[in-house]
């Protein structure tokens, strides 16, 4: 197998002395045999295979953990933490476990908080941080380092990076990020500086590839549960009633497709990867005209990334863009809910017809961690140190298959998660809500 | 006293033949000497005394509680409950003590529920109800039974009380169904019918007048602290973060004022009752302005009824009104959002400024009651019942002073609950908030 | 009606400058007509009448609020807080309400907490407590000032109060903790020291009498639904599956009553104020034979107090007493599993029968006080200063028919609130659970 | 690869008539390329690999989902599903989700529920189940089939399965119920019956080998916290506060493991896997001892079966075996509680001490599942049903390495999940409390 096996080598800082772990001193570490993580220990990345097809090239990526040496004297290490980017659940026990992992099994003594994202680095004051300070950060939503988007320059940035003389810096933060920390890392090569620059992705959406999902995300996920269980009493309450949740999830609708896999209470889930339209044959209005004269109410989750395409626009609309970039999202709540206000209006006059439409969004993203994004986020910190203490640099950590492994940040950068309609979760929820498959009665 | 006390007298059925309560052969209420309430036993209406004005007339209410005798034969009764208007937690407790009780202490068989609102009388078939139906339903948020905005058409609907043959008719819903309450009553008295007409105040808004609070309105209260701790936790992780709650309350600012009271996250709460202005000295805007140098973030809740008089309206919204008949209020906190935003943009154009709206209304509404609502709701629902056994009609049951008592229904549809500026609870508001008085300001 | 109606007078410091309320400066407060509290303004303590008994005499509270003179220099004051006994959701929200409630309104400056209860006051270090320290504490539950049991020594704890220069004690605690506030009262004045000592009620049992409710009850009978929920989920879930709570209450069942009438999912509700036997005619075990013949399940909630009588003790068990002086209560939920057990076995040793009892005492009154209790709270906290201020002391405050009042501290000392069990709310207890009237069976 | 990768084989019926998936038809699942599992498709048991030796053997399952064909006429299949052992978070959504997935995806339409376990197969009537009966049964706990222990004997069961005719049989349940699953499937095939025979594997503890995690794992590592919560509560307000933790976990300590490093309230876990002791140089007293001194309250969560090997028994204790045949444990919980007040009252005997001790254990299995675990049970129920109707039997279903697999039946029952104490997150749990390694400390 080997041979076929192509390992996703890291870069790694170079011309630093190499060094015994000091795990190796700490009681509760007790290094036995199999402890340490070796250069050759690996995590396929594809654990499917059909068998009557083995000659594929496999790929594997080094698996995380504490590595036998590693390159700082952890006395001269000089951490800086940054979070860019919306809110998502976790940020800050990430945050806690970096400080904690970093004073507690390394022995290191400056670790610096960088205030408000990236623009943090050159125009604000780095707060000093320490375990005590930091010890029931976990228990609370946001990120108490405050982030922003944008405000990306990348020569300042790496100004003071070399002026402040941070040696190891932890950049948490969504794609826009992510490419972001690959310039830097970039910038920092050109420079020859021994700085060690690793990114955790930070994307409630669940929208990072080769890893298998993103801290917060089951967290949104059950906090989602309420706003579709208020929907559904709200619908189920009315004559014609329907409840209309917007769900996050820009350019994937993984909130959206779990949050009604977890539920049972959806009779249709709208996602950016699969269109859909709303008036003739096999369209929304028609479906959703069928679903009230059967069960007098429906329930309905959108994903925010969904029908941007069929939202009319205008030309502004058409234009703007976020600071990170982004196309400005149009509000396919509001959008939808005028839109199903006015069908009935025309085609129902005189009927009783009622649009709540629910928007959770920050009442969901501004949650603690629950106790299972908890422990992710503690292994997340903890493999990203292990890392960084190692050498490697211009990495990113993430469970592959349920084990933890370093993948080169440029690799994250640019792949993307999206929900595959052809996999058999898509269909579950069809067969949950027994929803039309738009695109097919579309192309059809 | 008993000459200066006055005593709100209730209408009765008249002609009916008087017969001993049931509960008198009930194993469970083995009636002892004090169990039942005799028509001398009173509620004081005011509790609080100035002792140098002690020849003030005083109001006293009908004490509510089960009567020796009653007026109806239980397996003559058919009683019909009917819900109207929005949703509040504790709708179905109500509508499940109302069906057990009546069927569990006085013996009554045949209870039907109303669908959709007064509207479900002369238009939809009634569901027949009985205790093992309603077994759960105290768990369930909104109205099994549905509920629906206007439909009032009164003599369509005291035709079917007529025709259906109803002599009990229990009614949940806000001020203007109590009026439509009135109205019913009106017109059952001059048709002559032996028909039992009673209103069960239902007002997530705590609106209501004489009564100590409404059902609903602390599981409201309860529910709002997880939106104003987003929006806390979003105004923190921001520069210069707003963090912006809209609240029920469209007349009143109960649901804001208490929520405000019980978190300690707001920093200025806006309410119908205490006139507010964003621009120049004492205003909005320079309160936040402050607020953002002191502390870098900030929270605002705002009750929807709150700033209606300053919102720039067109001519077209100076005239649309809802099926109630209540003028359609203009969105206070999608305003507020937007002219923050132009403030900012225009005071500070180039300082990082973030808004994040929070509308929780529908998921809070839509909750089950909590423990101390459902408690409430039984009560409520058994007083009245016994109220209605008893022969009163044209009244409402409620505590007064922490004691359950029987209210003219006219006088309750007359009265409106409001915020007392004057009052310390108001004062404490705006020594947790440091918030300006705007009135003052303004007038002064 | 004024000579007909006592007035339960108030101690009051006396030998101090009367000086105006510096409210009066305050601009939250803006004292206007009406904003201030008379010495002649009072809280009627009987709301309910028979109006053909008026000529019985009435008892009436000073009204609880701020006054227009007060009797301390504001720089002059060194407040002290204490809390003592079991833990009850709420202290820490009266402690911090305490501190931001004297130095915000009144300009206090020199605020201290005693740790671990009584002892603290001649053993331990006092903490000084300003508004920024205690800012979070609402959110936590416990009491962050610690404490604990006993330590009650007179004249060491008064030593303490006068070498330390305390001019105000804030004492939280249960009734053992009263009747300590009260000899604390009665020494000072011996001493003629110029301190004022005022008491707040902490017991989640609700056992304290003339006030309408202790704080933190409403958030323990809400928690209580919790562990009544799973206890009905284990019982159906099993053949012949019995779900056993014991909820807090030693000498009374406040909070088995409510947490019963809350749920709907309890069959038989055991509390001190209402004897019950197991075996023979009309006794718990016939009962519960007959319910599981019925539903193949039941759920019983018992408060602690209850059977204690009939719990069948040792010598050592007859003497033993807790630090507080309070007889060492038996487990009545351990007995209560073995004895259904034992029953089983003997009556049906061939047919499958599970209990499953639930403590969750510890779970419920460690968790944050809800939104009704921290606003009660608040209003707990600050009623008490202001009568402190004002010069009163040797006195509770407390809300009574919904309205603050001052209650002398002896009386508040000396009463109980028991059930009352010819009420009709615990008949309805019992017309909720079809329970028998064990009482009424062993009598009769 | 292939030929170093031995593929674990599965029992499939024989005999009968291969036929077209119904899917083929199901207009939602439109079966598309790549949408039918071959039975050449295999999920590797190990993703994680040392490249640097590569000649070992691996080991691979076939993979879970609908196949092409399948071996069940729907119209013929009789469906039995049976809950057997103690309660665990999503039972219901499994036999909710076998329920609709069989009628929806396979047309089936005779399934049902066995009651209390395996005795009911001989000794209670089932109950037919349908979609509309069990469509909020994912919002319920425990389960509605009800359960019981104990109850297997063979051969009557596997009578009643071929007298009732069912040709299904699904069966939720723990280790010994895996076990008796075998027994069953053996005696199937020894008489000939085509009946296909899966096992859901059930254990909140997450003890089975093989599969990645159980069902109902993540809610119970999530309630737990609300118990370490309130035990970390009652150790900081009290004076050398010790808060202890039941956790569920017979053989295992993942609960106890997940729900330490979730929170971060515990200074010390103990797990079955990881011997500890009491007295003496480096155990828990001294542990104790010392973080009392530092810290003030220290907070000690233990599963169940820790302990269990210096817990003292006295000889009724050495033989009694619960119905299942488990020996029954000793309360690990309650022995320490009162070890440790005895530690104290001997060693400090004028010193404050307390043990807050929390059973939470009926408070955690009955909630219903979390979004997490309902999602998970779905997936669950899907492949079992995917795998009996593609004549499969002798399996279980459950995902390796995130990807859902079947396994044989036997091998299943053999393996235990056991927390590895060398592993890198049992040296976190140790280093989150910073507690002694007992082990060492014992045999060093």
Known sequence: MADLTSIRDLPSLTGLHHRRNPLEENP??????????????????QVVYDL???????????????????????????AAIVTCGGLCPGMNTVIRELVVGLWELYGVREIYGIPAGYRGFYSMEAVELNPKLVHNWHKRGGTVLATSRGGFDLSKIVDAIQQTGYNQVYIIGGDGTM?????????????????????????VDNDVGIIDRSFGFQTAVEMAQEAISAAHVEAESAVNGIGLVKLMGRSTGHIALHATLSSRDVDCCLIPENGFYLEGKGGLFEFLEQRLKDHGHAVLVVA???????????????????????????????????????????????????????????????????????????????????????????????????????????????????????DPKWAWVRSVTNQPDFETNFKG
């Open 28 to 45: 509760f570490f007790r290094p036995s045999h199999g402890f340490y993580i070796a250069p050759s220990d690996v995590v396929l990345s």
């Open 179 to 203: 490419r972001g920390a690959v310039k830097i890392f970039d910038e920092v090569s050109r420079r020859k500086l021994k700085v060690g620059i690793t990114g955790i992705p930070k994307t």
């Open 52 to 78: 009557s097809d083995a000659s594929k090239p496999r790929v594997a990526y080094h698996r995380a953990g504490p590595r036998r040496e590693i390159l700082y004297e952890p006395s001269s290490v000089k």
């Open 304 to 422: 925010e990334g969904a029908g941007q395409e069929i939202i009319p626009r205008n030309e502004a609309q058409k234009q703007e863009r976020d600071e990170s970039g982004n196309l400005v999202f149009l509000d396919v709540g509001v959008w939808l809910k005028s839109a199903l206000k006015e069908w009935w209006e025309r085609e129902h006059p005189r009927e009783l017809f009622t649009v709540k439409y629910i928007d959770p969004t920050y009442m969901i993203r501004a949650v603690p961690a629950n106790a299972t994004d908890n422990l992710y986020c503690t292994l997340l910190a903890h493999s990203s140190i292990h890392g960084v203490m190692a050498g490697y640099t211009g990495f990113v950590s993430g469970p592959i298959n349920g084990n933890y492994a370093y993948i080169p940040l440029g690799e994250v950068a640019q792949t993307k998660n999206e929900v595959n309609t052809s």
